[in-house]
């Protein structure tokens, strides 16, 4: 029975589902951290103007076992925070990852064998974090389930109507493995592409080139899902290139973001991931090659800039 719940992670994603599940579930709702995550959250949590101040679980202390786990941190911080799981997780604890990319499931597993670990996305939210603030005006849907759910499972219901119950829109995939490839094509598409380009979504549409990029960055998941048997279909990738040719036009993915704020990128889990997939099962990828070089470069110099500007303010 899905009672005691606790989410790691509280940026733009956890936050906002931070903020359902705390006003609906205070009493048995908690954010699972170290003791210098836990501190910080301690001072509150910002969300559409609303300080939040939910429970919290102090990861290095004494084991406080939970029946779910959400995790909504970035993929560069999982294996870190898999430290995290260590005094809320027992084999009974189900871990629900709601990451970018198409690895986070199997790394848990590996370090949870004994557990359920769930596939999770979100989509459709319009959530952003701009320093310890998060704001959003549309919730999404939190998609979930095992790899396939022809006959959904009793514990993947529970989970389902508990975040319903909460005001987030939740739906349990008969084939999740073809929707977590399909956001991630978009991911491929849209975040990295709008990086190049410095593009919002009001120009996706607008200018030939942009579309170019986006078709031949996600023509290329479409080539390795197909030596995988994941479903993805070409009816998908064009459904994808209309739907971000129509996304709200002022809004900015999230890791233009990321690079507009100087924060690191999951250029790894996007790009990086799709270049060791050609090489694993022998399909070119050209284009995010280059995508991957350049966000990469970008990425380091910015973060170097960073450095070098923090450490003259400290002399």
Same mark, same amino acid.
Request: positive net charge; hydrophobic residues 40%; aromatic residues 8%.
């Given at each position: 029975?899905?009672?005691?719940?606790?989410?790691?992670?509280?940026?733009?994603?956890?936050?906002?589902?931070?903020?359902?599940?705390?006003?609906?579930?205070?009493?048995?709702?908690?954010?699972?951290?170290?003791?210098?995550?836990?501190?910080?959250?301690?001072?509150?949590?910002?969300?559409?103007?609303?300080?939040?101040?939910?429970?919290?679980?102090?990861?290095?202390?004494?084991?406080?076992?939970?029946?779910?786990?959400?995790?909504?941190?970035?993929?560069?911080?999982?294996?870190?925070?898999?430290?995290?799981?260590?005094?809320?997780?027992?084999?009974?604890?189900?871990?629900?990852?709601?990451?970018?990319?198409?690895?986070?499931?199997?790394?848990?597993?590996?370090?949870?064998?004994?557990?359920?670990?769930?596939?999770?996305?979100?989509?459709?939210?319009?959530? /952003? +974090? !701009?320093?310890? =603030?998060?704001?959003?005006?549309?919730?999404?849907?939190?998609?979930? *389930?095992?790899?396939? @759910?022809?006959?959904?499972?009793?514990?993947?219901?529970?989970?389902?109507?508990?975040?319903?119950?909460?005001?987030?829109?939740?739906?349990?995939?008969?084939?999740?493995?073809?929707?977590?490839?399909?956001?991630?094509?978009?991911?491929?598409?849209?975040?990295?592409?709008?990086?190049?380009?410095?593009?919002?979504?009001?120009?996706?549409?607008?200018?030939?080139?942009?579309?170019?990029?986006?078709?031949?960055?996600?023509?290329?998941?479409?080539?390795?899902?197909?030596?995988?048997?994941?479903?993805?279909?070409?009816?998908?990738?064009?459904?994808?290139?209309?739907?971000?040719?129509?996304?709200?036009?002022?809004?900015?993915?999230?890791?233009?973001?990321?690079?507009? /704020? +100087? !924060?690191?990128? =999951?250029?790894?889990?996007?790009?990086?991931?799709?270049?060791?997939? *050609?090489?694993?099962? @022998?399909?070119?990828?050209?284009?995010?090659?280059?995508?991957?070089?350049?966000?990469?470069?970008?990425?380091?110099?910015?973060?170097?800039?960073?450095?070098?500007?923090?450490?003259?303010?400290?002399?």
């Amino acid at each position: 029975m899905i009672n005691k719940v606790g989410i790691i992670g509280t940026g733009a994603v956890g936050g906002m589902i931070c903020s359902f599940l705390y006003k609906e579930y205070s009493d048995s709702f908690y954010v699972v951290g170290n003791s210098q995550r836990t501190e910080r959250n301690k001072k509150g949590i910002k969300v559409n103007n609303k300080v939040l101040h939910p429970k919290t679980i102090n990861s290095e202390g004494k084991k406080n076992i939970l029946d779910l786990v959400i995790i909504c941190v970035k993929n560069y911080d999982l294996e870190s925070v898999l430290k995290d799981l260590l005094t809320v997780v027992d084999n009974h604890t189900i871990i629900l990852p709601l990451l970018n990319g198409v690895t986070a499931t199997d790394r848990i597993k590996k370090a949870f064998p004994g557990n359920r670990v769930l596939y999770g996305i979100v989509m459709r939210t319009d959530a /952003a +974090r !701009r320093q310890y =603030e998060v704001t959003f005006s549309v919730s999404g849907e939190i998609q979930l *389930g095992y790899a396939q @759910n022809e006959e959904y499972a009793q514990e993947i219901v529970e989970i389902r109507d508990y975040l319903i119950q909460a005001g987030l829109p939740a739906k349990i995939y008969r084939d999740m493995l073809r929707m977590l490839w399909r956001k991630w094509m978009i991911n491929i598409g849209s975040n990295q592409v709008s990086v190049i380009t410095g593009a919002k979504f009001k120009y996706f549409g607008m200018f030939k080139e942009i579309e170019v990029l986006l078709r031949a960055s996600m023509g290329e998941i479409l080539n390795i899902a197909q030596v995988r048997n994941i479903h993805l279909t070409e009816e998908d990738l064009e459904d994808v290139v209309n739907i971000l040719i129509h996304y709200p036009p002022e809004k900015k993915t999230s890791m233009l973001q990321d690079i507009e /704020a +100087r !924060r690191r990128t =999951e250029i790894d889990s996007f790009a990086g991931t799709v270049r060791e997939y *050609g090489k694993k099962y @022998n399909v070119k990828t050209p284009v995010n090659d280059v995508l991957y070089y350049g966000i990469k470069a970008k990425e380091k110099v910015y973060l170097m800039e960073k450095q070098e500007e923090a450490e003259r303010e400290g002399q």
